[in-house]
């Protein structure tokens, strides 16, 4: 009996490792036959080292020249047609905008995509050709039998079903990409030195990464000696990329920092006091905040999209209006200056994480969607 195959399609390779690796090797120990197609950065060597198969995808995750586009999408058909896998996992918008073409095209037996985070494609106010033809060529691709997506917020599914691409039963929700909760374990604030406000995500001006730093400036003068501002993450080639002068500009070093790409980000939240994310980009679930709910921080984040859902307001954190620099800084304010809210909602994060993130729960959750796919239960 042939061991059925399953390709985990990811747009890049250190974002499989951080939000896929998981659930990835979950399925390998369930005997699938996995492969991992993923753009190589330079981080294939540590999907080889975990045990995987991996194959480089000839993809720009941010590029839109229709001819460069139109190469990934015969390469995947090249590939589904060759390799017949019995399942194929799309992770990403422009994997799943050209794998399910691909795979409708190559009679893939079961497509899964994983929508985390739509990236303004469906917003109201982006008028981009891109955005007027893509739900068009989803609509497509999605119309077959034996598909499911999986979505990490019910805005997303709602978008989904309201543009037609699916019908409301194909949707499935998994809150997050999950975290190991022995790892991400809980840990009391640090006792000692400042305060340590940290936001770990992309340099990409959508994240909110001047609204913070606008916001720490208003609070030197109470908190100049006392806290300090950490940004935490890499430039991109976002079309919003913040760039190294313009962080320069805003960071002096010693009260607000840029840390750059760090692969030591669990230690970091763990020796922080507040997370502070004020994204207005479209998320899916940011698995920054995932991760600091686990550790048991308490988080101020947008009241958006994907943000929301990891945070209850008032209890484990607050939910501020996109954009509100003012009531940023009136809750950043808050937190700084009182030790016992930052501990009470501390706890009420690692619970909040422990009832929705649980990687165990995510793993469980992806084979059971793998082996519906196949018409197993």
Not at 277 to 305: C, Q, W
Request: proline letters at 3%; hydrophobic letters at 40%; glycine letters at 8%.
């Amino acid at each position: 009996m042939r061991q059925k195959k399953l390709f985990m399609v990811v747009n890049v390779d250190w974002f499989f490792l951080s939000h896929r690796l998981p659930v990835a090797l979950a399925a390998k120990d369930a005997g699938w036959d996995i492969t991992i197609v993923t753009a190589d950065t330079g981080k294939m060597h540590v999907i080889k080292e975990n045990g995987l198969k991996v194959i480089n995808l000839p993809m720009s995750r941010s590029g839109m020249n229709i001819m460069e586009e139109l190469k990934t999408l015969r390469f995947l058909y090249n590939l589904y047609s060759k390799e017949r896998p019995d399942v194929v996992h799309h992770v990403g918008m422009k994997t799943i905008l050209w794998g399910t073409l691909a795979a409708k095209f190559s009679k893939v037996k079961g497509v899964v995509n994983a929508i985390s985070g739509l990236g303004g494609f469906f917003a109201e106010d982006n008028k981009g050709l891109l955005s007027k033809v893509m739900p068009k060529v989803l609509k497509f691709s999605h119309n077959r039998p034996n598909l499911l997506c999986i979505f990490q917020n019910d805005d997303d599914w709602g978008l989904y079903v309201k543009h037609g691409i699916i019908k409301h039963e194909q949707g499935r929700f998994i809150k997050g990409s999950g975290v190991d909760l022995k790892d991400y374990c809980y840990t009391e604030e640090p006792k000692e030195g400042k305060v340590k406000v940290i936001l770990t995500a992309r340099m990409i001006v959508e994240k909110g990464i001047f609204l913070l730093t606008e916001a720490a400036e208003r609070l030197r003068p109470k908190y100049g000696e006392v806290a300090e501002f950490l940004l935490v993450g890499g430039l991109d080639d976002h079309p919003g990329a913040i760039t190294k002068e313009q962080l320069d500009a805003v960071c002096d070093g010693k009260y607000i920092k840029w840390l750059g790409y760090r692969t030591d980000v669990r230690d970091l939240l763990k020796q922080c006091h507040i997370v502070a994310f004020p994204s207005y980009y479209m998320e899916g679930l940011p698995k920054s905040l995932i991760e600091a709910d686990a550790v048991g921080r308490p988080i101020i984040t947008s009241n958006s999209v994907g943000c929301k859902e990891t945070v209850v307001d008032g209890e484990n954190g607050f939910l501020i209006t996109p954009k509100d620099v003012d009531a940023l800084t009136e809750k950043l304010d808050l937190l700084i200056g009182n030790a016992e809210l930052r501990k009470s909602m501390g706890l009420a994060s690692r619970k909040y994480a422990e009832k929705y993130f649980d990687i165990e729960i995510v793993k469980e959750r992806h084979l059971n969607i793998y082996n519906e796919l196949l018409g197993k239960k």
